[in-house]
């Protein structure tokens, strides 16, 4: 009889904690609007991108503001629609390819110059900006031909205005944080003439 209570209350007990409430949207993004495509030129030079190190909380799929009193907000319903480390590299591999008229950059290549980058700080703020922050350098690898000048060190740091008070918005910047870098990278590494 005891049991038969006792399974009772339990049942009424979560019986009374669902909800009938839909749960809310997520939303997905991508730091690129469109498919990003470049174009490869056979016998051209070849040079490559790593991204090294991302802090640990973009290692997860959630996207993140920095709120006040350096508190990292992470939003439950806005995520990331692909693995972070992969998008950055992806679209800085276009945006280089797009900045350098004779250096192929690729993701991976077999002795060849090699940018390597370390992301200490991406990430949105309540002010409406987008931060990035870090250091490259670049290993010019066992036969360079690319004219990329070495650097052993080069630190950077890029604020971007957040355009709309909104993810998407945040996200459009983060994108165009990207292009910055790339193009510090591209002066940086000014060509040999």
């Not at 209350?9 to 993004?29: A, E, N």
């Amino acid at each position: 009889m005891i049991y038969r209570f006792y399974i009772l209350f339990i049942v009424t007990l979560t019986m009374g904690c669902v909800s009938s409430d839909p749960p809310p949207q997520t939303f997905y993004y991508l730091l690129e609007k469109q498919p990003l495509t470049y174009e490869w030129e056979e016998g051209s030079n070849v040079a490559q991108v790593d991204i090294v190190a991302l802090p640990s909380y973009l290692l997860q799929p959630n996207l993140v503001m920095l709120e006040e009193k350096h508190q990292l907000y992470y939003a439950n319903y806005h995520k990331w629609a692909t693995d972070l480390r992969d998008n950055i590299q992806h679209v800085l591999l276009a945006d280089l390819n797009e900045q350098f008229s004779d250096v192929n950059f690729v993701k991976s290549c077999e002795g060849c110059p090699t940018i390597f980058i370390h992301v200490l700080g991406f990430y949105p703020t309540l002010d409406g900006e987008v931060h990035l922050h870090g250091f490259f350098e670049v290993d010019l690898g066992a036969h360079d031909t690319t004219g990329i000048e070495s650097v052993k060190r080069h630190s950077f740091a890029l604020v971007t205005p957040i355009e709309t008070g909104d993810y998407q918005g945040a996200v459009s910047a983060m994108r165009m944080s990207l292009k910055a870098l790339s193009l510090s990278i591209k002066h940086s590494t000014q060509q040999k003439t």
